[in-house]
């Protein structure tokens, strides 16, 4: 417990339909697990390009009172890791989205 003071998600599959969505990792049950994980002051940093999955996880999060939101943009930060799925979102021209919370 504790032991972790990051985690990334990056780019994970959005599973679209909403008949999936109860697949999506970002979830009640692995936001428990993460919270449980990650330290004091810990951060989640999700980055996305799927609109729905951007809109999930904001649901998502904002159910969650161990958990402050700390950035919502749409610039990937430059302490952030590039992902290849996000380099070929942005060769398709869509606009990728960089969140993080801190673990209460």
């Known amino acids: ?3 972790l003071s990051g985690v990334f998600v990056l780019f994970p599959d959005p599973w679209p339909k909403k008949r999936h969505s109860e697949r ?3 979830g009640p049950d692995n936001l428990d697990q993460l919270s449980r994980l990650l330290k004091t002051e810990g951060e989640l940093r999700i980055a996305s390009d799927h609109p729905v999955y951007v809109g999930w996880v904001r649901e ?3 159910a969650r ?3 402050a939101p700390a950035l ?3 610039q990937r930060p430059g302490d952030w890791a590039a992902s290849r799925y996000e380099q070929k979102a942005l060769e398709r021209g869509e606009t990728c989205t960089y969140l993080s919370w801190k673990r209460r």
């Open 24 to 26: 999506r990792f970002i």
């Open 60 to 62: 998502q999060m904002a």
């Open 1 to 3: 417990d504790g032991c």
């Open 72 to 74: 919502d943009v749409t």
């Open 65 to 67: 009172s161990d958990f």
